[in-house]
């Protein structure tokens, strides 16, 4: 990882990070979505794309991080380097911020799963943290992902698909993927599953897994396990690019309903 593009991330940096997305953007053609977005999609497409479009400078800054990071883990990259790419393309340096877009890309699944060990012991880290009452806004979520997730590598990688990159962040195990999801928005059981079920789409194509393990964390109750198949995303993204509105459960928390012409028509 290079400390200054995380120091960055958690500064807010957004304009460095929309600058450095402006620049792939050009170079490569690419948008930026989180495999959640997919999830929102199979429920209503129009909230996936809305909710895609405004998380998509920090799915970027994920995925750059990540993805520098990897590098560094397997030695392909030097931290010292990286950082002295970082600082120079903050300072408004293109040349380095396209040689800083170039770090990690590339790196393969299989090259991946010799890091897993380390992604692995960075879960435990932050899993002993997790401890007492947990905490209200935004950290809850993540709070109950480290205390109750299985212990496993979480990995992010993408299915470049088109021109869209998804983002997925899921756990690795030999013989499955694993989507932890935080059931804390107050939606029914069956939605949570649709929508983990579609992220577990993503992810096991990504890792040509045959199983998705599926974990719904309720707030103040046990968790829910099942298994489900994968299927091809595909179908998923298509109707996550045409982002048809589709009334439903959502649309109670939907922070869009004012525009929507489901509701305006
Ligand atoms: S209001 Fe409902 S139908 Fe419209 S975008 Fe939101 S979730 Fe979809």
């Not at 002295?84 to 903050?90: D, E, F, G, H």
């Not at 195990?173 to 107050?186: E, L, M, S």
């Amino acid at each position: 990882m290079s400390a200054l593009l995380s120091r960055l991330a958690r500064k807010g940096e957004e304009e460095f990070f929309t600058r450095l997305l402006e620049l792939e953007k050009r170079e490569y053609g690419l948008r930026y979505i989180p495999a959640n977005a997919v999830g929102y999609a199979v429920v209503c497409p129009r909230y996936g794309a809305l909710y895609a479009e405004e998380r998509e400078v920090a799915v970027f800054a994920r995925a750059l991080m990540d993805r520098v990071k990897y590098a560094v883990l397997l030695r392909i990259a030097d931290a010292k380097v990286v950082d002295s790419l970082v600082a120079k393309a903050a300072s408004g340096d293109s040349g380095a911020a396209r040689r800083l877009l170039d770090v990690g890309r590339g790196l393969t699944t299989s090259e991946l799963q010799r890091a897993f060990d380390d992604l692995k012991r960075d879960f435990e880290h932050y899993s002993k943290a997790a401890r007492g009452p947990p905490p209200h806004g935004s950290a809850e979520e993540a709070y109950h992902f480290y205390k109750y997730a299985e212990v496993l590598p979480y990995v992010g990688y993408a299915d470049v698909w088109e021109d869209m990159v998804i983002y997925s962040i899921a756990g690795v195990a030999d013989d499955y993927v694993y989507v932890f999801k935080y059931a804390g928005g107050g939606l029914q059981y069956e939605i949570y599953k649709a929508m983990a079920a579609a992220e577990g789409d993503v992810a096991a194509k990504i890792w040509g897994r045959r199983r998705v393990k599926i974990h719904i964390q309720p707030r103040d109750a046990p968790p829910r396990l099942s298994w489900a198949e994968p299927k091809d995303p595909a179908p998923h993204y298509k109707a996550l690019r045409r982002g048809d509105c589709r009334r439903g459960p959502l649309c109670r928390i939907c922070p869009w309903r004012g525009d929507c012409e489901c509701f305006t028509i």
